[in-house]
């Protein structure tokens, strides 16, 4: 099993799928603070997925469809690549979430998305340079089929 430690635990267990989120850069607000002490990761990612998913804050720049595009592309050329074979994933205006079966290691596939979507988005937006995404993405395996099946739908 793979496993590291940024400012979140990573585990990828062989032959299981991942569901894997990533946010814009500047996406939540400051004023969010949600205490790991006071409640679990999971607890915590569904807090601020909330927050994520009205998108009254922030960069939205995943609103504009070429920037979309650029995403789902990108998407597509990992799974043609055989980084990963894609259950399903939907692009919101903030923060992309993914199902997927890593062929390669999730810390190589999420360099692979971010690096090759930032480059593209930023030269789209005239923003070349900047920060697009941000730095750490949130994973976490699937343990069960309702668990699966709770996550794909």
Same mark, same amino acid.
């Not at 999971?42 to 650029?70: H, M, N, T, Y």
């Not at 360099?111 to 941000?134: D, V």
């Given at each position: 099993?793979?496993?590291?430690?940024?400012?979140?635990?990573?585990?990828?267990?062989?032959?299981?799928?991942?569901?894997?989120?990533?946010?814009?850069?500047?996406?939540?607000?400051?004023?969010?603070?949600?205490?790991?002490?006071?409640?679990?990761?999971?607890?915590?990612?569904?807090?601020?997925?909330?927050? %994520?998913?009205? @998108?009254? $804050?922030?960069? !939205?720049?995943?609103?504009?469809?070429? =920037?979309?595009?650029?995403?789902?592309?990108? %998407?597509?050329? @990992?799974? $043609?690549?055989? !980084?990963?074979?894609?259950?399903?994933? =939907?692009?919101?205006?903030?923060?992309?979430?993914?199902?997927?079966?890593?062929?390669?290691?999730?810390?190589?596939?999420?360099?692979?998305?971010?690096?090759?979507?930032?480059?593209?988005?930023?030269?789209?937006?005239?923003?070349?340079?900047?920060?697009?995404?941000?730095?750490?993405?949130?994973?976490?395996?699937?343990?069960?089929?309702?668990?699966?099946?709770?996550?794909?739908?």
């Amino acid at each position: 099993m793979t496993y590291y430690v940024r400012n979140l635990p990573h585990w990828q267990p062989p032959s299981k799928d991942i569901f894997i989120t990533w946010r814009l850069h500047g996406s939540l607000p400051a004023s969010i603070q949600i205490s790991p002490a006071l409640c679990s990761e999971g607890q915590r990612f569904r807090a601020i997925d909330r927050v %994520l998913d009205r @998108g009254r $804050s922030g960069p !939205l720049w995943l609103k504009d469809d070429r =920037v979309a595009e650029c995403v789902a592309m990108a %998407l597509q050329k @990992g799974q $043609s690549d055989k !980084l990963f074979q894609m259950h399903s994933f =939907v692009i919101m205006a903030n923060h992309v979430h993914c199902l997927l079966q890593p062929a390669a290691p999730v810390s190589r596939i999420t360099k692979f998305m971010k690096g090759a979507t930032a480059r593209s988005a930023n030269y789209i937006l005239g923003l070349t340079g900047n920060h697009f995404w941000q730095d750490e993405s949130f994973d976490h395996w699937i343990r069960n089929s309702a668990e699966l099946n709770r996550v794909h739908t």
